[in-house]
């Protein structure tokens, strides 16, 4: 089993106390899940000045919000519309919000199990912690300003998460090839990358 955190290529030793995946979990907060947003149908309040940044950091009135545990709280009550805008939305009211990509970002990433048992299981900046599934399929798009491609992952409710440039790297590490496709397996499901003939590289 491999981690990496945002900042490391190097995958981290396994504990004597715990698998990496353990380790993962223990650092997400223990869990605690986002509210059920999707139940909720308040009426629309209008905008607020808040920004998730391409890099995932949370700004008020053009301040980055330096306090994890606000940009947490809010993580949980964010929800996006069918019309592709991200609001904070609570049982009583519904702000708009503005998300220059995806409102979340992947810090770490975990292997677990070999062969067809094999799962990739995800932890983002704000402590979701995701197995890519059918749930959960990753997607790629296209980095027009270097022909890279950037994963990204459906973490809950349309929201999205793009794996940091070292989790991309690591994630690499264990791509596999079928015919003139390449992918990663997780959950007994083959997603796709790229193509044999095409470049890999993030």
């Given at each position: 089993m491999?981690?990496?955190?945002?900042?490391?290529?190097?995958?981290?030793?396994v504990s004597a106390h715990g698998s990496a995946l353990d380790g993962l979990i223990e650092r997400a907060g223990g869990l605690r899940g986002p509210a059920p947003v999707h139940l909720w149908n308040p009426a629309h309040c209008g905008a607020s000045d808040i920004r998730i940044d391409h890099?995932?950091?949370?700004h008020h009135?053009?301040?980055p919000i330096?306090?994890?545990?606000?940009?947490?709280?809010?993580s949980t009550v964010l929800r996006r519309e069918p019309d592709?805008?991200?609001?904070?939305?609570?049982?009583?009211?519904?702000?708009?919000?503005?998300?220059?990509?995806?409102?979340?970002?992947?810090?770490?990433?975990a292997i677990d199990g070999e062969g067809?048992?094999?799962?990739?299981?995800?932890?983002?900046?704000?402590?979701?912690v995701v197995t890519v599934d059918a749930e959960h399929p990753l997607r790629i798009a296209t980095d027009a300003s270097d022909d890279g491609l950037v994963p990204y992952v459906l973490v809950r409710g349309g929201l999205e998460a793009r794996l940091a440039r070292p989790v991309v790297h690591e994630l690499a590490r264990h791509f596999e090839q079928r015919g003139d496709e390449i992918g990663l397996l997780s959950a007994g499901h083959?997603?796709?990358?790229?193509?044999a003939e095409a470049s890999v590289t993030p």
């Open positions: 491999s981690v990496t955190k945002q900042g490391e290529t190097k995958a981290e030793d890099q995932g950091g949370w009135e053009g301040r330096q306090r994890e545990a606000l940009v947490r709280l809010f592709g805008s991200h609001v904070l939305v609570t049982p009583a009211e519904k702000l708009t919000i503005t998300v220059e990509d995806v409102p979340f970002i992947v810090v770490e990433m067809e048992a094999q799962r990739l299981i995800l932890r983002t900046n704000v402590g979701d083959f997603f796709v990358i790229g193509r």
